[in-house]
């Protein structure tokens, strides 16, 4: 199933629904007799029975033109920083290092840093060129894990067991405040620089997230091309690793890395600017088109 945040209008509050077979409608979960008011509260409090009675009542109900209500990301305001994976596609790893000299290329390790989010963009959704800070924006399309379960000490191998489900998420990054700064927080986590979506495709949907073409286009341009059968480091052992000295909570979102073809991959590099239209697709999960402005 695919859950989404949505708004009826302007003026009314976010509820929690669940796009339609045919996926031109969303059915509020309140139609299913759940009082879930956010995607946080469902996937922590959701059991297998009301997963269950959903599936069998989906088709016999009607709700929402999907063409007709205000998309949010799946989780607008996510309870902790997203966890992120870089230099976890090796082309991207060596576009990277001919941008960055200073940058030291097959580190076995996973690298990972974090990403704030005041409020994550939807698809559809504008994202702000910060130009009085950013001369040097760039796009990076990521698959997005999001737990169901709180994990800690899970194993390579059962680590599927937490997952809820996959998302898209465009890692909108500022290279120069990277370069500045000499690390990765400040310049993937201004305002809006983090777009989500369109929805959560759970898990029994994708039977292997391992193997999902990734795409993303700007301007209709096709920048990156890849699949996740290239991660380096892969779900289950990043999952095991972070889970073996900390408690990943449900709900938590995991940004798994981007593959080759970001702006800084090219000669000269491609930044984003005001007008741009980028669009990311993932395999199975659909697109997210996000609109530079200024």
């Not at 929690?16 to 139609?31: A, F, H, T, W, Y």
């Not at 016999?60 to 799946?74: Q, Y």
């Not at 796009?139 to 996959?166: H, M």
């Not at 369109?198 to 994708?206: A, G, S």
Request: one cysteine or more.
């Amino acid at each position: 199933m695919r859950f989404l945040t949505f708004r009826k209008n302007q003026n009314a509050l976010s509820e929690v629904g669940i796009l339609s077979e045919d996926g031109q409608s969303v059915i509020p979960v309140k139609d299913f007799g759940l009082g879930f008011s956010s995607m946080n509260e469902l996937i922590s409090g959701m059991t297998a029975e009301q997963y269950g009675l959903i599936k069998e009542q989906l088709k016999d109900k009607t709700g929402f033109r999907l063409s007709e209500v205000i998309k949010m990301a799946p989780i607008p305001e996510p309870r902790q920083d997203i966890i992120c994976l870089g230099m976890n596609y090796s082309a991207h790893a060596r576009e990277f290092g001919d941008y960055n000299k200073d940058y030291k290329e097959n580190i076995p390790k996973a690298i990972y840093f974090s990403k704030r989010v005041n409020l994550a963009i939807p698809d559809g959704g504008s994202v702000s060129a910060h130009s009085d800070l950013v001369k040097k924006l760039d796009y990076e399309v990521e698959l997005a894990v999001i737990l169901g379960r709180d994990a800690k000490n899970v194993t390579p191998e059962n680590a599927f067991d937490y997952i809820f489900g996959y998302s898209i998420i465009n890692d909108f990054t500022a290279r120069d405040l990277q370069e500045q700064h000499k690390q990765w927080y400040f310049g993937k986590s201004l305002d809006g620089f983090t777009a989500f979506g369109p929805w959560i495709v759970t898990k029994d949907e994708i039977p292997d997230a391992e193997k999902l073409d990734i795409k993303c286009w700007v301007n209709n341009e096709l920048r990156q091309n890849s699949n996740t059968s290239m991660l380096i480091h892969r779900i289950g052992e990043i999952m095991s690793e972070l889970s073996s000295g900390m408690t990943l909570k449900a709900g938590t979102i995991i940004a798994t890395g981007t593959p080759a073809g970001v702006g800084i991959g090219f000669t000269p590099p491609k930044f984003l600017v005001p007008g741009d239209v980028v669009k990311c697709e993932i395999e199975g999960i659909g697109s997210i088109t996000n609109y530079i402005t200024d």
